[in-house]
């Protein structure tokens, strides 16, 4: 049984802010950085969540060109990292644009004592001086000087890019059943955490991410409707006991995770009228994923039944 498969690309954009008691006295354009391997495994590894993977800012003065095994900056400042945030609309927060989930966070650097010149930044769930970059960069048009007086300031948005998104047609395959057709939806919010406009994650851990664990199936019957997939779905009502599934071992580097869950024992529940299976949230009962059966579906009491597992990648 397979469910279609969530992908998402991930990808990373800064501007840097060089500020003289707090007016702009040098402002670069938005340029890429380079989401490192390692990057990738804090997340799918269940280790971090896609807001705590860019908690704190590093700055130094490496000039190595940066590569995907990179896994800390070349020569990191003695700086203390910063999750100073400036707050506020704009500068912290979440947004979506059709398919497109978008992560910012706007860090300032302590004001400099002597004239500094940095070169390369990375962003790390950890405030530790070490080897635990989720994202890195050389800073682009080159070494940017920060006099004593002046403060750094960096924006950085993580951009993540969710297919497939909205209603769509398919089918389900399902042992003892077939491929049964029916259409199936994605919710585009709520996949993946987000940050709230104090810097802060919103700490509502998305069902699509491997470090939450309370990851569960329910059918159900009735009329189905995707018209509230966030909280209490429309229509329907539910038919068999919350069914907990796991994650399976990650494979560094696979950037890949699968999701599985056990069976329906055969008497636990019966129905001639199975509809749709959500998937959500056990403890806060949160629905993000559904497959509507175009026609009902039968589980006798002497037949067992699996939910669909499913596979999330990053790119």
């Not at 994650?247 to 019966?270: D, E, G, H, K, Q």
Request: hydrophobic content about 35%; aromatic content about 12%; proline content about 3%.
């Amino acid at each position: 049984m397979k469910i279609p498969n969530l992908g998402c690309s991930i990808q990373g954009r800064y501007k840097i802010i060089v500020l003289s008691k707090g007016i702009i006295v040098e402002e670069r354009p938005w340029a890429n950085n380079m989401i490192l391997n390692q990057g990738k495994n804090l997340i799918m590894s269940g280790a971090n969540s896609i807001t705590a993977v860019t908690s704190y800012c590093a700055v130094g003065t490496g000039s190595a060109t940066v590569l995907a095994t990179d896994v800390g900056l070349t020569a990191e400042a003695t700086a203390v990292r910063t999750n100073t945030y400036l707050t506020g609309t704009g500068n912290c927060g979440t947004s979506y644009v059709g398919q497109t989930q978008t992560n910012r966070r706007t860090y300032d650097f302590a004001v400099e004592v002597s004239n500094q010149n940095y070169s390369e930044l990375g962003w790390s769930p950890s405030s530790t001086k070490t080897t635990n970059l989720f994202s890195k960069t050389l800073i682009s048009g080159g070494t940017v000087t920060v006099l004593a007086g002046q403060q750094l300031r960096v924006v950085y948005d993580l951009q993540l890019v969710i297919t497939p998104t909205g209603v769509q047609v398919g089918n389900l395959t399902v042992a003892g059943w077939g491929a049964v057709a029916g259409t199936y939806f994605y919710q585009t919010t709520y996949l993946f955490d987000s940050i709230q406009p104090s810097g802060i994650a919103m700490g509502l851990i998305g069902f699509f991410e491997p470090i939450q664990t309370s990851i569960c199936c329910q059918a159900y019957n009735g009329t189905p409707s995707f018209s509230s997939m966030w909280g209490s779905l429309v229509g329907v009502s539910p038919i068999a006991s919350l069914l907990n599934g796991s994650w399976s071992t990650y494979v560094t580097n696979s950037f890949s995770r699968t999701a599985v869950f056990p069976y329906w024992s055969a008497a636990s529940w019966s129905s001639t009228a199975v509809r749709m299976f959500s998937y959500g949230l056990s403890s806060l009962s949160y629905n993000q994923f559904a497959f509507i059966f175009t026609s009902p579906q039968t589980k006798l009491n002497t037949y067992r039944l699996r939910p669909n597992g499913y596979t999330i990648s990053i790119t």
